[in-house]
């Protein structure tokens, strides 16, 4: 495989669930990201990885919960998500957590939150 | 900080025709500027860069995009669209003088192509 990968595609889960998305890259980079896109509404950058170290966390709520255990592997924990979580979460890895390399992205994960 | 304006979230245009899809920026002494594109159910790809050097760049499928610092804009252009450009077009921008900066994307503009 190659690029990068995210699964699932689709998921739905109740207030009370608790679920994880996966993100894998096969580009050797040393940098990986998870954003938030909502409809009409700018791409929020929700944390960065760089060699497996978390380097940014944009003031995201604690049910959200990132884990990076290798640079080629990361997770969003999902625990008691409100219905305004839903939208398309989209990973992403570069080469380089600095500097202006271009971010490739997985196709995403589209969450609804019921 | 930096920010990005797409001042349009739709833009319909026929199949064959010219289009331009507007992108300003925050005024800074310098600036990296990029267009990502995401077709329907993909994430996002990069389709074009500004760093340095140049202020026209192009992709490999007919978009260009020029670097106009007096204006502060970044506008993608096409002279004529087919009906797989349809999509939506992200704008970007970020800060070289600052290294920890990340890029700022704004809120799309989606093309669509009109038989």
């Known amino acids: 495989e190659t690029g990068v990968t995210q699964t699932p595609r689709h998921l739905v889960m109740g207030m009370t669930n608790k679920k994880s998305l996966k993100c894998e890259q096969h580009l050797g980079h040393n940098a990986m990201y998870w954003y938030k896109q909502s409809a009409k509404k700018p791409l929020e950058l929700m944390f960065v990885y760089s060699l497996e170290e978390r380097v940014e966390n944009n003031s995201v709520p604690s049910r959200f919960s990132p884990e990076c255990p290798n640079s080629s592997h990361l997770f969003l924990h999902l625990h008691t998500l409100q219905p305004e979580d839903s939208a398309l979460y989209l990973c992403?890895?570069?080469?380089?957590?600095?500097?202006?390399?271009?971010?490739?992205f997985g196709e995403g994960s589209r969450l609804t939150v019921l | 900080a930096q920010s990005v304006t797409q001042l349009d979230s739709q833009v319909p245009v026929f199949e064959e025709a010219p289009v331009e899809l507007r992108c300003n920026y925050s005024s800074s002494v310098s600036v990296y500027l990029f267009w990502y594109v995401q077709y329907p159910n993909q994430g996002l790809q990069l389709l074009l860069k500004y760093l340095s050097g140049s202020t026209l760049v192009e992709s490999i499928n007919g978009f260009e995009a020029e670097f106009n610092k007096s204006q502060t804009s970044f506008h993608l252009r096409k002279p004529s669209v087919h009906i797989s450009d349809t999509a939506e077009y992200f704008c970007a921008v970020s800060d070289p003088m600052n290294r920890d900066d990340k890029i700022i994307f704004g809120k799309g503009t989606r093309l669509h192509i009109l038989p």
């Open positions: 992403a890895s570069s080469q380089d957590s600095r500097g202006p390399g271009e971010l490739f």
